[in-house]
């Protein structure tokens, strides 16, 4: 905090040029790993379906996904979060969770099926138990990896469920692949009637299996309670295998009036329950920004108008189409930044008033201020 007319000299916020260089050349090697075992699942659904089904199910299953992925990015409404990490939970989700999924599945249902002797088992088993095991442990595992290698990227709640989010769709688009392409082979009647299902009815049921771990783990990041801390991530996880196995035995034990059941009954509240989830954290994480840009306020480093806007997301939303409307796509990229600036510093103070060890923890600071002050030079 810098009082007004006293500015922190810039910091550059870089890593070292080594250092930088071997992230880049893990991340290279990392991007080709995923993309190899995502083409070896396209080719195993490609055998299944035949190269016409496949076709009309990677069209079919990817065109709605944009849409599905700006709804849940407007919930992270006060500080977006970085879209490597974006890109990377989505493509986890897409590629490699889908992957692991796809081969422990198959093999758990092939061995209960050899030892029953029944391929009914075999199915029932690997849709009820290993399905949802294994699919929320490798989707759970990329979330997992940001809270704990990525600690100034994973403040809370909201944080959980956008990754979350992002994993679930890209598994969920990869999965639907695979059922679209199935239902290619049949009728067009038949396609139709699995996109209803899967890309109108239930097209978030992936994302809000996973959020339920992303909930756990926001719980965790934002209590100091060392229980709450070990107990809320493993909670969430086994929370999500459970309405995840509940879901897919609906249907595989009661078929088409069990889904209806379990749809009304269970992922309808659910899916409720999360909206509150959200509405709740959103609340906090306008509480923090309004207690830790408090100081500016006081020492005159904004504006009363520019302190309430930061703080509420009707706020924001004004400030941003008021500089769209002022100045064009600039201006509305500059206020844009401003809010998401301000909220950085928020969150970096309260982290570390928290007592979670942020490297460079004066220098970002200071930078974040220095930026402050050059945004709002621009846009008053």
């Not at 999965?175 to 299902?197: D, K, P, S």
């Not at 009661?254 to 009954?265: H, N, P, R, S």
């Amino acid at each position: 905090m810098f009082p007004q007319n006293q500015y922190p000299p810039i910091v550059r916020l870089k890593p070292a040029g080594h250092r930088s260089a071997i992230k880049i050349v893990l991340a290279v090697v990392a991007a080709l790993i995923a993309a190899l075992l995502g083409l070896i699942v396209l080719f195993l659904i490609g055998v299944e379906t035949g190269p016409v089904g496949l076709l009309i199910g990677l069209i079919t299953a990817t065109l709605p996904v944009p849409i599905y992925l700006v709804l849940a990015l407007w919930i992270d409404r006060y500080e977006s979060e970085p879209f490597w990490m974006l890109a990377t939970a989505f493509f986890w989700g897409a590629l490699v969770a889908v992957f692991i999924a796809f081969l422990f599945n198959t093999i758990s249902s092939i061995m209960v099926a050899l030892m029953t002797d029944s391929t009914k088992a075999g199915e029932a088993f690997g849709a009820v138990i290993s399905a949802p095991v294994v699919e929320e442990s490798a989707k759970a595992f990329i979330l997992f990896v940001f809270f704990f290698a990525k600690r100034d990227e994973f403040d809370g709640v909201v944080d959980g469920i956008v990754y979350a989010a992002m994993a679930g769709l890209g598994f969920a688009m990869t999965e639907n692949i695979q059922y679209y392409g199935r239902a290619a082979q049949e009728a067009g009647q038949g396609l139709t009637g699995v996109f209803i299902l899967r890309g109108t009815i239930a097209p978030f049921s992936h994302p809000l299996f996973t959020s339920l771990t992303g909930i756990g783990l926001g719980l965790a990041r934002q209590s100091r309670n060392t229980f709450v801390k070990i107990v809320t991530p493993v909670l969430g996880l086994l929370t999500a295998i459970a309405l995840h196995s509940i879901w897919n035995g609906s249907i595989v034990v009661f078929g088409g009036a069990g889904f209806l059941i379990a749809y009304v009954l269970i992922m309808v509240p659910a899916f409720v329950i999360i909206l509150i989830v959200i509405l709740l954290a959103l609340r906090r994480e306008g509480q923090i920004v309004r207690e830790y840009l408090l100081p500016d306020f006081q020492q005159g480093f904004f504006t009363q108008d520019e302190y309430n806007r930061f703080c509420t997301i009707r706020g924001r939303i004004g400030s941003n189409f008021n500089a769209f409307s002022r100045g064009g796509w600039e201006t509305w990229r500059a206020s844009r930044q401003l809010n998401q600036t301000a909220s950085e510093l928020a969150f970096h103070r309260s982290r570390v008033s928290r007592g979670i060890s942020v490297a460079d923890a004066l220098e970002r600071e200071a930078a974040y201020q220095m930026a402050l002050r050059d945004l709002l030079q621009k846009l008053r």
